[in-house]
């Protein structure tokens, strides 16, 4: 809506090229679909050495609603990426976006190459839908870079998933240059209930917990786990292709009726989970007798296989 610039130019003596051009600034502000307004400023430079043309430049982002996403994002660029990440991050403000730009080219249009491409920008308030229909990570804070044209990254340092908290976060989107790209998503749960992560990991969608169910009565405790998903970005996506592990430390573990209707109480309780199986060892008192635990359980079979191993010390 409302366009300024200031451009500059330097010839050298007897040459009727310019050797150098200079843009100090073009400043634009853009109404989106949303109502929101973005301001953008450009500035950069050419210059010619003999038959090679350098260019630098920087694109500054003021904020953007992330509603308007598709409106700044060129569609010719970023494969399947693009798609995710429009469909995928729908809520929240970006802001102080930086965008750093330098390569050089043969006057005749041959030999480009990129020396420097770096990405910067901020988010608050995120909604990220990591695998829907699992619920998404509400109110992240985040931090989206690339050193390159080849890979994103966005570091998520806050955020919730439902009741559970979340930290170091990471989401990475890689191969934006060929044909296919991959998305892994890692986060930290600092301390949830066992209620709440149990309820995340029974999710139909995550094919862990509600495939293979365990008979649980008045669980209680906390968990400090990691959470690790990895998944090809393809429109025709199976879950065969998705790979999730889970694992971490579970305190004051409390589990009803887990052995012949008797009570598990103070438990301490190490955990891995894949979509292979689940494997869980720790101490914990049974009836009130001191014991060792082991559980594991093979997913990959049609009946599941459960060993549990509860030792009187």
Not at 7 to 36: E, F
């Amino acid at each position: 809506e409302r366009l300024s610039t200031t451009l500059s130019a330097r010839w050298d003596p007897g040459d009727r090229r310019p050797a150098q051009i200079g843009l100090s600034r073009v400043t634009a502000t853009v109404a989106a679909a949303s109502g929101a307004r973005s301001t953008a400023e450009l500035s950069g430079q050419l210059t010619r050495v003999g038959e090679q043309v350098t260019a630098a430049g920087t694109l500054r982002l003021d904020r953007m609603a992330l509603a308007d996403l598709s409106q700044f994002w060129p569609e010719p660029w970023g494969g399947h990426a693009r798609p995710w990440i429009v469909e995928n991050i729908v809520g929240g403000v970006a802001h102080d976006g930086v965008v750093t730009v330098a390569g050089r080219i043969n006057t005749d249009g041959s030999a480009p190459l990129i020396d420097q491409f770096e990405v910067r920008l901020l988010g608050d308030d995120l909604s990220i839908a990591w695998l829907r229909p699992v619920p998404p990570v509400q109110h992240a804070r985040a931090i989206l870079t690339m050193a390159g044209p080849d890979l994103i990254e966005v570091s998520v340092p806050t955020a919730r998933q439902g009741a559970i908290a979340l930290q170091n976060g990471r989401v990475r989107i890689n191969g934006l240059t060929v044909k296919d790209q991959n998305l892994s998503v890692v986060a930290e749960i600092p301390g949830g209930s066992v209620p709440d992560v149990l309820s995340l990991l029974k999710h139909p969608r995550l094919h862990l917990l509600s495939d293979h169910p365990i008979p649980i009565d008045r669980p209680a405790g906390t968990v400090r786990n990691r959470l690790e998903v990895t998944l090809p970005l393809d429109e025709d996506l199976q879950i065969e292709q998705v790979g999730i592990h889970a694992n971490g430390q579970i305190s004051d573990l409390r589990l009803g009726g887990v052995v012949a209707g008797r009570d598990l109480d103070r438990g301490a309780i190490g955990f891995d989970v894949t979509q292979d199986g689940l494997r869980a060892s720790g101490e914990a008192n049974l009836a009130g007798v001191p014991s060792r635990v082991a559980v594991t359980m093979d997913f990959r079979i049609d009946v599941d296989t459960l060993v549990e191993d509860c030792v009187a010390r």
